[in-house]
Antibody, heavy 120, light 108 residues
């Protein structure tokens, strides 16, 4: 069974940092590109970052470019999101998602999400 | 980056057909995907590509395209289909993914 389990969320002050993790299991992690998608409370979905299976390529939404860094450790079947210079507007549930093979941008599995709250 | 536009809400009588539309220039180049999200749950992929359903998605869900619009059709809507539906696609650069604002579907 495919599972994506996020962790690392919590309360952080504006300007602070947080590192999210996503533990993947039930599939060959090294085969798939991965993403982070977030959802602010009561709002819609926002894609924020993408990484290829071998980490050669990464993309970011303008809203997080220069502040967030996506990475992965294929030996540990894990995806990460390093978030720096956090702002109030970064408050959201953060989801780890798996790309459908040969259909980048389509996410066939989602984690349960981890809540990040940026507040003083 | 381009935007994807969805109607905020639609309603459908039980057993009837409803079409949800997503509009954006990038849809002339890239396929859309559609996600169903129920309160307190993670989204679920229901349609991707030209008209592909992941395993476990009922065949009452289908996708289509016309010009700069993608549509998700639910044929014979069930009570359990009441949810928020989001489309997404790559933007014109091909590097960024954008989501529509979502459509709340109410089954009457």
């Amino acid at each position: 069974e495919v599972q994506l389990v996020e962790s690392g969320g919590g309360l952080v002050q504006p300007g602070g940092s947080l590192r999210l993790s996503c533990a993947a299991s039930g599939f060959t992690f090294t085969t798939y590109s991965m993403n982070w998608v977030r959802q602010a409370p009561g709002k819609g979905l926002e894609w924020i970052s993408y990484i290829t299976s071998g980490s050669s390529t990464t993309y970011y939404a303008d809203s997080v470019k220069g502040r967030f860094t996506i990475s992965r450790d294929n030996a540990k079947n894990s995806l990460y999101l390093q978030m720096n210079s956090l702002r109030d507007e970064d408050t959201a549930v953060y989801y780890c998602t798996r790309d459908v093979i040969a259909a980048a941008g389509s996410y066939d599995y989602w984690g349960q999400g981890t809540l990040v709250t940026v507040s003083s | 980056s381009s935007e994807l536009t969805q109607d905020p809400a639609v309603s459908v009588a039980l057993g009837q057909t409803v079409r949800i539309t997503c509009r954006g220039d990038s849809l002339r180049t890239y396929y859309a995907s559609w996600y169903q999200q129920k309160p307190g749950q993670a989204p679920v992929l229901v349609i991707y590509g030209k008209n592909n359903r992941p395993s476990g998605i009922p065949d009452r869900f289908s996708g289509s395209y016309s010009g700069n619009a993608a549509s998700l059709t639910i044929t014979g809507a069930q009570a359990e289909d009441e949810a928020d539906y989001y489309c997404n696609s790559r933007d014109s650069s091909g590097k960024v993914v954008v989501f529509g604002g979502g459509t709340k579907v109410t089954v009457l």
